[in-house]
């Protein structure tokens, strides 16, 4: 059984403390719904863990498999079997899908994967995931639109395999047939024991996976751990009844800061260790 660990993770994004001794462990073949209201910290936690150099770890442990991750650079950790599926996927011009993908999958291989192999199981996961072939051959996320770009998410992670998917807002920009086709990509890896930590707003995408394990992040602590019963509370009420029940005043959102994404460095690292 894979384990993924985070013991008293504290997380500085420039000069501000945004997580503030989080403590989580995750299982193969677990999935866990991790919820609270923006910028408290979801967001922050899956970056940290992936290892995105603008969210600085000023104490805390992340471990998979009791191997040391902070000690890993963002390739090695992809390696090792973690996934990040961003909420803001990176246009890469110059850059062709089909090439970055081919990359990416053997650098994991003892043995790269020949190239009709490649194509074939290409070809198998884009009409999977409802994407037209000749997407492969474009430039990676670029034109793409916002629906398109997340089910490119997913069909890299059907092709890395990775031990954990980090999920951040994959349902956010779909329709409900690219919702339907993503939720049944995540329900078929869950049944390969692929484990999850999956971040969204609504409780339709919760409802089209299974769940094991609901975590509710506020003022960027766990305020509250529980079941899938919580997302109807939340769906329903809001998070008021956190301050109402448990006496916690949830913290005003400041104004956003600019996002950096960890894709463009991982995708040059793909590329050259796949060469």
Request: with cysteine.
């Amino acid at each position: 059984m894979d384990v993924l660990k985070i013991v008293d993770l504290h997380v500085n994004v420039e000069d501000k403390e945004i997580l503030k001794g989080v403590s989580l462990t995750a299982r193969s073949g677990e999935t866990v719904a991790l919820l609270g209201p923006n910028g408290h910290g979801k967001s922050t936690l899956l970056q940290a863990i992936m290892g995105n150099p603008r969210y600085r770890i000023t104490s805390g442990q992340i471990l998979l498999n009791d191997q040391d991750v902070l000690t890993m650079s963002v390739d090695e950790r992809s390696k090792a079997g973690l996934f990040l599926g961003m909420q803001y996927p990176s246009e890469v011009s110059g850059v062709v899908n089909a090439d970055f993908l081919r990359a990416s999958i053997n650098a994991r291989r003892a043995k790269p994967l020949s190239l009709f192999q490649f194509y074939r199981l290409l070809d198998s996961t884009y009409k999977k995931m409802g994407i037209p072939f000749e997407m492969a051959n474009r430039s990676l996320n670029v034109g793409f639109s916002g629906g398109e770009k997340k089910r490119n998410e997913i069909l890299q992670m059907i092709l890395l395999e990775p031990r954990f998917a980090l999920l951040d807002e994959i349902d956010s920009g779909l329709d409900i047939d690219a919702m339907t086709i993503v939720a049944s990509a995540i329900r078929e890896e869950q049944e390969k024991g692929r484990g999850f930590l999956v971040v969204s707003h609504y409780a339709r995408l919760y409802n089209m996976i299974n769940l094991n394990r609901t975590i509710v992040m506020v003022n960027g602590k766990i305020a509250v751990e529980g079941g899938p019963e919580i997302i109807q509370k939340i769906d329903t009420k809001g998070y008021e009844w956190i301050k109402t029940e448990l006496g916690i005043d949830i913290e005003k959102e400041e104004p956003a800061m600019s996002a950096v994404s960890i894709g463009v460095c991982a995708t040059k690292e793909a590329i050259r260790d796949g060469k």
